[in-house]
């Protein structure tokens, strides 16, 4: 069988104990199936939560979940302790493992997004385990939101599938307190495992509300990741981190397990970057003749451009907007805002006599725009 590329996701409820503390038990459950599947020939990426938890049992102090100082203060002094663990475990099947932990910029600014990738390459090609989670001492979602910018990660959900898409895995696998995804809430009767899903639909999603939390994102979350990922091309499956055997029988290709969302069509590594890797940090609105000539696959110029908001430099990933301030695609700029908001209505060779005749004619390019609907990227 090829060499496959995983990345596996557990949440906090996979790895603790009711009481809170880390369960050393599936820990080693876990390590265990990982090695399992090294030893078969595939890599696995781990992505885990897990940290805060880990630093409130350590500190022995009273949990305060809506305290965020608290929670990033509990995620520094628990991250070793997970660490330490995993390595402990792994190393008990003679595997090494490497500590990755990320933000929404690390994964926006498109030179740290490409050494990510580098590094997780580099670290798979020699057998390590690199174990990711997301940096919350240094990620506070209230400090990125600015005018026009948009994060692209709220949970260790997301941001698994995240990795995925740069990484170029063959399959996404999220471990949960549930078996998979249900016709109703799953504590209801008569609630039924789903277990194939062909696309994720807006009825399948607007049925999903109010239902079971399923760790900090919910199940709305895991659905929103499935979707990131198969729009990527990248199957899901959703399963129970506690079944005994949960991964190794997933990758036995066992139907029985969990829930699996098919992929959708293919995405080039560009695009899975522009549409879910990079964070929005502005927005450049367009009229309707801009916009119907870029859903005609043309690039975007400067006449067609009639307000840009936010503060962005070149190649950093903006929303295009129509009259109506509805997003219909995002790309990468070849100018600043600074410099956009000087060429903003202007005609090709007016925009080459004021910024230069060594400036591009495009402001994107038809090869750097995802469109968020009506038409599929190559």
């Not at 049925?207 to 929103?224: A, D, N, P, T």
């Not at 070149?314 to 509805?326: A, G, I, P």
Request: aromatic share 4%; charged share 25%; hydrophobic share 40%.
């Amino acid at each position: 069988m090829p060499s496959r590329l995983i990345v596996v996701k557990v949440g906090t409820s996979g790895i603790t104990t009711s009481e809170g503390e880390l369960d050393e038990q599936e820990m080693q459950s876990l390590a265990y199936q990982i090695a399992q599947a090294t030893k078969q020939g595939d890599k696995v990426v781990l992505v885990t939560s897990g940290a805060v938890a880990a630093g409130v049992a350590e500190l022995g102090v009273t949990p305060k979940a809506k305290d965020l100082v608290f929670q990033q203060a509990a995620a520094a002094a628990g991250q070793s302790v997970l660490m330490a663990k995993y390595r402990k475990l792994f190393a008990a099947y003679s595997l090494k493992v490497a500590q990755i932990l990320l933000t929404a910029e690390d994964l926006s600014n498109r030179k740290s997004y490409v050494h990510t990738c580098d590094v997780l390459t580099l670290l798979l090609k020699i057998g390590v385990v690199p174990i990711i989670n997301e940096n919350d001492v240094t990620s506070v979602e209230e400090l990125r939101r600015t005018d026009g910018y948009k994060v692209n990660f709220s949970d260790n959900d997301i941001l698994s599938v995240l990795v995925a898409g740069a990484i170029g895995a063959d399959l996404v696998i999220i471990l949960s307190d549930v078996d998979g995804l249900y016709t109703s809430d799953p504590s209801e009767p008569g609630a039924k495992l789903i277990k194939t899903v062909d696309n994720i639909t807006d009825e399948l999603k607007n049925s999903l509300k109010g239902k079971s939390k399923c760790g900090r994102g919910g199940i709305q979350s895991k659905i929103k990741a499935a979707e990131i990922a198969t729009r990527c091309g990248i199957p899901v499956v959703i399963s129970n981190s506690r079944k005994e055997n949960t991964i190794i029988n997933i990758l036995a290709a066992d139907k029985e397990v969990g829930t699996y969302f098919k992929p959708q069509g293919h995405m080039s590594a560009v695009k899975r970057w522009i549409a879910y890797g990079a964070a929005v940090k502005g927005s450049i609105q367009v009229n309707e003749g801009a916009k119907e000539a870029i859903l005609q696959g043309s690039s975007l110029l400067a006449v067609g451009i009639t307000r840009v908001d936010g503060v962005f430099d070149v190649d950093d990933v903006v929303s295009l907007e129509d009259e109506n301030q509805q997003e219909f695609a995002k790309g990468t700029p070849n100018f600043n805002s600074g410099q956009l908001n000087q060429i903003k209505g202007l005609q090709v060779m007016e925009v080459l006599e004021k910024l230069g005749a060594d400036k591009s004619k495009e402001v994107i390019e038809h090869r750097n725009i995802h469109f968020i609907e009506g038409k599929k990227d190559d």
